[in-house]
């Protein structure tokens, strides 16, 4: 049986994808950054302008997970990898800053050695309401 040359990087992909799944589930969100995300990384929310730079998106994410006072559920639903790209369809019911709140987004990721380059945040803004 021939091989892909491109197998063993899909594979090393959906490893390091079904990694990060595990810790983010775990709500070790700002160590999954350090592990997974590129010193260049590009982060971007649907359309706003992207926050470019791991420290720059650290920093970002430190104050979110700050807000955080509670996690009722932080689950991958579907994960889907393609050579260097993943998506992963995240559900999430957080308490942030008091307020329950539900949502439903996707991740659309992009890899390189290893590492997440470019990752944007897709989900519809009026879903992101009190439960």
């Known amino acids: 049986m021939k091989t892909n040359a491109s197998t063993p990087a899909a594979e090393t992909v959906r490893d390091r994808v ?3 799944v595990a810790r ?3 709500w070790k969100i700002l160590e999954a950054m350090q592990e997974f995300y590129a010193d260049n990384v590009v982060m971007q929310d649907n359309l706003n302008a992207p926050t470019i730079g791991l420290a720059a998106n650290l920093e970002r994410e430190r104050a979110f997970v700050a807000s ?3 996690v ?3 689950r991958a639903e ?3 990898v393609d050579g260097n790209r993943a998506v992963i369809n995240w559900r999430q019911d957080l308490i942030v800053n008091g307020q329950r709140l539900t949502f439903d987004q996707l991740s659309l990721q992009l890899w390189e050695n290893g590492k997440i380059v470019h990752e944007r945040f897709v989900y519809d803004p009026s879903t992101l309401s009190a439960a």
């Open 18 to 20: 079904q990694q990060l």
């Open 24 to 26: 983010a589930e775990q």
């Open 68 to 70: 955080v006072t509670k």
């Open 72 to 74: 009722n559920e932080m």
């Open 78 to 80: 579907a994960v889907i």
